[in-house]
Protein backbone atom coordinates (compact mmCIF):
# COMPACT_ATOMS: atom_id res chain seq x y z
CA UNK A 1 0.00 0.00 0.00
CA UNK A 2 2.25 2.87 1.17
CA UNK A 3 5.35 3.61 -0.96
CA UNK A 4 7.57 6.47 1.73
CA UNK A 5 10.50 8.76 0.19
CA UNK A 6 11.68 11.71 1.53
CA UNK A 7 11.17 15.39 -0.24
CA UNK A 8 11.06 18.89 -0.68
CA UNK A 9 8.21 21.09 -2.58
CA UNK A 10 9.84 24.00 -4.20
CA UNK A 11 8.55 26.95 -5.81
CA UNK A 12 11.58 26.95 -8.62
CA UNK A 13 15.16 25.81 -8.28
CA UNK A 14 16.31 29.32 -8.44
CA UNK A 15 14.57 30.09 -5.35
CA UNK A 16 15.21 28.55 -2.37
CA UNK A 17 11.61 28.72 -0.76
CA UNK A 18 10.11 25.62 0.45
CA UNK A 19 7.16 24.31 2.21
CA UNK A 20 7.42 24.19 5.87
CA UNK A 21 5.30 22.34 8.33
CA UNK A 22 5.94 22.83 12.11
CA UNK A 23 3.52 19.85 14.01
CA UNK A 24 4.69 20.72 17.54
CA UNK A 25 1.67 19.90 20.10
CA UNK A 26 -0.35 17.70 17.10
CA UNK A 27 -0.28 14.51 18.75
CA UNK A 28 -4.30 13.20 18.09
CA UNK A 29 -6.71 13.49 15.22
CA UNK A 30 -8.82 16.45 15.30
CA UNK A 31 -11.56 17.48 12.98
CA UNK A 32 -9.84 21.12 12.40
CA UNK A 33 -6.30 19.89 12.75
CA UNK A 34 -3.73 21.83 13.69
CA UNK A 35 0.41 22.84 13.63
CA UNK A 36 1.34 25.50 11.36
CA UNK A 37 1.86 25.25 7.57
CA UNK A 38 4.08 27.77 5.38
CA UNK A 39 7.17 28.38 4.43
CA UNK A 40 10.75 28.72 4.78
CA UNK A 41 14.24 29.60 2.66
CA UNK A 42 16.64 26.73 2.43
CA UNK A 43 15.13 23.02 3.30
CA UNK A 44 15.78 21.53 6.94
CA UNK A 45 14.18 19.33 9.22
CA UNK A 46 10.60 20.69 8.90
CA UNK A 47 10.51 20.58 5.09
CA UNK A 48 11.09 17.42 4.70
CA UNK A 49 8.09 14.72 3.58
CA UNK A 50 7.39 11.49 2.37
CA UNK A 51 4.62 10.52 -0.45
CA UNK A 52 2.43 8.47 0.33
CA UNK A 53 0.44 6.24 -2.40
CA UNK A 54 -2.81 5.33 -1.35
CA UNK A 55 -4.87 2.49 -3.20
CA UNK A 56 -7.25 5.05 -4.59
CA UNK A 57 -4.33 6.88 -6.67
CA UNK A 58 -4.18 9.86 -4.20
CA UNK A 59 -1.30 10.96 -2.58
CA UNK A 60 -0.69 12.06 1.02
CA UNK A 61 2.20 14.20 2.47
CA UNK A 62 3.97 13.23 6.19
CA UNK A 63 6.46 14.91 7.92
CA UNK A 64 9.27 13.83 7.95
CA UNK A 65 10.31 15.28 11.24
CA UNK A 66 6.74 14.43 12.73
CA UNK A 67 5.92 11.03 12.35
CA UNK A 68 2.60 10.53 11.48
CA UNK A 69 1.52 13.98 11.16
CA UNK A 70 0.16 14.76 7.50
CA UNK A 71 -0.61 18.04 5.21
CA UNK A 72 -4.31 18.89 5.56
CA UNK A 73 -6.62 21.23 3.72
CA UNK A 74 -10.18 22.29 4.77
CA UNK A 75 -12.30 22.82 2.20
CA UNK A 76 -14.54 26.06 2.15
CA UNK A 77 -13.51 29.61 1.06
CA UNK A 78 -10.14 30.55 1.29
CA UNK A 79 -9.11 27.05 2.84
CA UNK A 80 -6.24 26.70 4.94
CA UNK A 81 -3.14 24.37 5.12
CA UNK A 82 -2.37 22.94 8.89
CA UNK A 83 -1.76 19.52 9.69
CA UNK A 84 -3.16 16.00 11.12
CA UNK A 85 -2.08 13.13 12.90
CA UNK A 86 -2.76 9.87 11.89
CA UNK A 87 -1.77 7.08 14.52
CA UNK A 88 -0.69 4.85 12.26
CA UNK A 89 -0.41 4.73 8.11
CA UNK A 90 -3.93 2.56 8.21
CA UNK A 91 -6.00 4.98 9.83
CA UNK A 92 -4.87 8.17 7.73
CA UNK A 93 -5.55 5.81 4.52
CA UNK A 94 -9.61 5.36 6.28
CA UNK A 95 -10.14 8.24 7.56
CA UNK A 96 -7.84 11.04 6.36
CA UNK A 97 -9.81 12.76 3.25
CA UNK A 98 -8.44 16.01 4.08
CA UNK A 99 -4.80 14.90 3.55
CA UNK A 100 -5.33 13.29 -0.01
CA UNK A 101 -4.11 15.02 -2.69
CA UNK A 102 -3.97 14.23 -6.76
CA UNK A 103 -0.48 14.91 -8.57
CA UNK A 104 -0.99 16.20 -11.64
CA UNK A 105 2.93 16.39 -13.59
CA UNK A 106 3.09 19.12 -16.35
CA UNK A 107 5.97 18.67 -19.05
CA UNK A 108 8.35 20.61 -17.32
CA UNK A 109 8.42 17.91 -14.48
CA UNK A 110 6.73 20.21 -12.39
CA UNK A 111 3.00 19.48 -10.85
CA UNK A 112 -0.10 20.78 -10.01
CA UNK A 113 -1.09 19.47 -6.66
CA UNK A 114 -4.93 19.08 -6.39
CA UNK A 115 -7.33 18.53 -3.28
CA UNK A 116 -9.04 15.03 -3.82
CA UNK A 117 -12.03 16.67 -1.64
CA UNK A 118 -12.14 20.01 -3.30
CA UNK A 119 -11.79 19.63 -6.81
CA UNK A 120 -10.42 22.35 -8.71
CA UNK A 121 -8.52 23.67 -5.73
CA UNK A 122 -4.82 23.40 -5.46
CA UNK A 123 -1.96 23.77 -3.45
CA UNK A 124 0.17 27.11 -3.71
CA UNK A 125 3.09 28.02 -2.25
CA UNK A 126 3.20 31.98 -1.48
CA UNK A 127 6.57 33.13 0.02
CA UNK A 128 6.34 36.98 -0.31
CA UNK A 129 9.53 37.06 -1.92
CA UNK A 130 11.39 36.33 1.75
CA UNK A 131 14.61 35.44 1.03
CA UNK A 132 16.39 34.88 4.34
CA UNK A 133 15.93 32.29 6.77
CA UNK A 134 13.21 32.79 9.78
CA UNK A 135 12.82 30.46 12.40
CA UNK A 136 9.08 30.26 12.84
CA UNK A 137 9.06 30.65 8.82
CA UNK A 138 7.18 32.89 6.53
CA UNK A 139 4.67 33.83 4.01
CA UNK A 140 1.62 31.10 3.15
CA UNK A 141 0.28 27.69 1.97
CA UNK A 142 -3.27 28.05 1.13
CA UNK A 143 -5.37 26.13 -1.75
CA UNK A 144 -6.26 28.30 -4.56
CA UNK A 145 -8.56 27.75 -8.14
CA UNK A 146 -5.49 28.82 -9.89
CA UNK A 147 -2.71 26.50 -9.92
CA UNK A 148 0.75 26.60 -9.42
CA UNK A 149 3.26 24.94 -10.73
CA UNK A 150 5.60 23.06 -7.78
CA UNK A 151 8.50 21.46 -8.06
CA UNK A 152 9.06 18.00 -6.11
CA UNK A 153 12.50 17.38 -5.60
CA UNK A 154 14.24 14.36 -3.64
CA UNK A 155 16.49 15.75 -0.71
CA UNK A 156 19.44 15.90 -3.61
CA UNK A 157 17.27 18.28 -5.35
CA UNK A 158 16.85 16.45 -8.42
CA UNK A 159 13.09 16.16 -9.98
CA UNK A 160 11.16 13.32 -8.54
CA UNK A 161 8.10 11.21 -10.20
CA UNK A 162 5.05 10.63 -8.34
CA UNK A 163 5.49 6.52 -6.74
CA UNK A 164 3.67 4.56 -9.84
Not at 16 to 42: F, H, P
Not at 69 to 92: E, I
Request: charged share 10%.
Amino acid sequence: MATKSALLFNITPDVQTYLRMDAKGVSSTTSSGGGTVNCQWGNYTWEAFHIISFDDGTFGFESNYYPNCYLRNASGQNPTVNCQFWATLADAESGGTNERYIMHPQDDGTYYIESSISSGSYLNINGGGTKTFTGIGFGTVSLSTTPQKLYILPLFSQPANPPS
